[in-house]
């Protein structure tokens, strides 16, 4: 007697291929744990009694005045004005991860909407959107930055703005060429000819298809704006010092080549950098997997079992 077959949702597919993907289940857990610094990073502050502004030039620099390597009193090391490098550095994920996330979001969302209109209606509306893209990709973004902080001043919600801005272009792109194909499809093809309004269409029939590429790109798009936020503030153009960023804690051992006396000052920030950037990608790659089950990856997972299967 042959054994039920049980169904299985797109859903639970999409989780078990996840699951299976170790780069990504590794990411992933690397993200949790920056996530849950970043929110503890008032408890990191406590325990250790060091907050991430207050100097102590008694313990946290030598006689001669340089920063202190990591040891008992300092784990990653001190700064050069005696500030503790690793309090410093969980306040500075929180900054990386809030601008990361939340920029991505906001120019997913504006990408989305304008690729969406532009995809589906076409014509001059298509037109003056494509023309409206190439425009923002044509600023240069040091000189608008420069520009913005001579008049306002640095700020965190001025880092966001600046990253949304340069950022949603590629999602909108992304998103039109998607619903171009999309249109025309069969299911879009017959609402229309039952009666449905154009932001019925594009709400219910179309915008669920683009799921898998949203939640990819809004992925991908994170370590952008992390790397985005980070150039800015080591150019001194985000957050305004003293608050710490990653960006501007490799600024700031950049100066008076004060790294080479105090490697750690280079290495921690530049290590966290590479790290979450790197996970959010590979964990970009698990999704886009995870989603897209015709993928050279799950094509390459099959084919040894079809040869088996031909063999006997």
Known sequence: MTGEIKQRSSFELTMRRLLSDRAGLVSLSFILALIAVAIGADA????????????????????????VPPGTDFLFGSDQLGRDVMVRLAYGARVSLSIGVVASLLAALIGVTVGLVAGYFGGWIDGVLGRLMDLVMSIPVLLCMLSLVAVFGSSLALSVTVIVFF?????????????????????????????AGHLSIMVTDILPNLGAPIIIYTTMMVPTSIIFEATLSFLGLGIAPPAPSWGGMLAEAANNSIYMFAWWLVLFPGLALLLTTLSFNILGDALRDALDPSSSKHRLRKKPSKLVEAAS
């Open 44 to 67: 990191i502050a406590a325990i250790t009694g060091h907050s991430a502004v207050a100097q102590f030039h008694d313990i946290g620099l030598t006689p001669t005045g340089l920063p």
């Open 167 to 195: 950022s949603w272009t590629t999602m909108g792109r992304v998103i039109r060429g998607q619903v171009l194909s999309l249109k025309e499809r069969e299911f879009v093809l017959a609402s229309r000819s039952m009666g």
